[in-house]
């Protein structure tokens, strides 16, 4: 059934659902997919019903435990999506295998002014400029308690913490408190099976203070003595020459620091801006296909380089199994998306599953993990 129903489920949505949804303001779909996935999440029916429609489970091939932590297979949500955790249910009946909520933030934060978000069809991007909307740490942590424990049954929960989006968090002492508060509330919730700190989103006050050796030393320092139970990941920038990367990996590797997400939305605007398809008025940082490249260059230099330190979470242009694939080849053990969901359909999470499995075989492999870094051996 699965099979069929997927593809069918794919035409409709390219040639039928995408021409509507596309029509109208993307801020507008955001809001109403929110309200829509949270209400339809509540019926069992539903969920199950996309579980064994969409969804594709094959543990035996994709499953992996990494520091603990057993994941059914390699492909979750990235942080932007569900700032709020508020599709936990939803996001695990249609195939994930893990989520990254969030960001959020130490205090309640509002966001940039609308709109958010500008889609760059041609590109296959979308220009966002959220700016860290969320209800805060404290309502967020109730809210995560509330759901059922088999929610996070067999589907990973990923924390996104980010500083508040506020003029008062802007230095440096001001920020690293606001981040540790956000750690410490969830450390007490004891919640959450992996934590990343985001450093690098581009789209708030003070902009990235954390991209320096320097200031991201005190950072983690501080964050050390919490000792938190969950592996700890750090979100990286894409917009660093690799000497620059590399200096900050110099410093994570120092600290109780699990790995790294590769990487964040990519700052590149004047290729699509010269083309004319992106008007230079339009505020945000872009995502999606746009940012594939150099999330696959970054990934493969660090894992060439600190494969036996650090583990890899890419994310970055992922539209297709292969796209996945390549991105596990050159070091990644998990990929996160969110943009190629938008432009090809929420069926499309299963599809990628399933298409892993099939070039899993194909290369001769008998589980994900042995594909990691196979395109990419270290010294």
């Known amino acids: 059934m699965y099979k069929p129903v997927s593809a069918a489920s794919g035409t409709v949505y390219k ?13 507008t779909v955001h809001h109403r997919m929110l309200g829509s996935a949270i209400r339809l999440q509540k019926s069992k029916f539903i969920k199950g019903t996309l579980d064994k429609s969409w969804a594709y489970h094959n543990p035996a091939m994709l499953g992996q435990t990494l520091h603990g932590i057993t994941f ?14 508020e599709l936990a249910p939803m996001l695990k009946a249609i195939g994930f295998g893990l989520m990254e909520g969030g960001s959020l933030t130490y205090q ?4 940039n002014p609308r709109p958010w978000f500008y889609r760059v069809p041609s590109a296959k991007s979308l220009v966002v400029n959220k700016g860290l909307a969320n209800r805060g740490v404290d309502a967020i942590m109730e809210h995560i308690k509330s759901y059922p424990k088999d929610t996070f049954k067999d589907f990973r929960l990923n924390i996104s913490v980010a500083k508040t989006n506020s003029p008062v968090a802007c230095t440096e002492d001001e920020a690293v408190a606001d981040y540790l508060g956000s750690l410490k509330a969830i450390k007490k919730a004891k919640v959450g099976d992996m934590i990343t700190i985001n450093l690098s989103c581009p789209n708030t006050y003070a902009g990235e203070p954390f991209t320096t050796p320097k200031r991201l030393e005190h950072l983690l320092r501080e964050v050390d003595k919490l000792k938190l139970e969950q592996p700890l990941f750090i979100k990286m920038p894409s917009h660093l020459e690799w000497k620059e990367f590399d200096g900050l990996l110099k410093v994570i590797i120092k600290h109780r620091v699990t790995g790294v997400t590769i990487s964040n939305l990519g700052k590149n605007r004047e290729p699509l801006e010269k083309s004319g398809v992106l008007p230079t008025h339009i505020p945000g940082k872009l995502s999606g296909k746009p940012t594939y490249e150099t999330s696959n260059m970054l990934i493969a230099s660090t ?13 970055g242009g992922v539209f297709s199994a292969e796209d996945a694939y390549t991105k596990i080849k050159l070091g990644a053990s998990l990929v996160e998306l969110i943009t190629g969901m938008i432009f090809e359909g929420p069926q499309l999470i299963g599809q990628i599953n399933r298409g892993l499995v099939d070039l899993l075989k194909k290369d001769g492999l008998a589980n994900i993990s ?5 395109d990419n051996k270290r010294p």
């Open 303 to 315: 894992y060439r380089r600190y494969g036996d330190k650090l583990t890899i979470i890419g994310v």
């Open 15 to 27: 040639h039928v659902a995408k021409p509507i949804l596309f029509k109208m303001k993307p801020d």
């Open 108 to 111: 309640p934060c509002e966001g």
């Open 72 to 85: 059914d297979n390699p492909i979750g949500l990235s942080a932007g999506l569900d700032a709020n955790f």
């Open 370 to 374: 042995q594909a990691i870094g196979m």
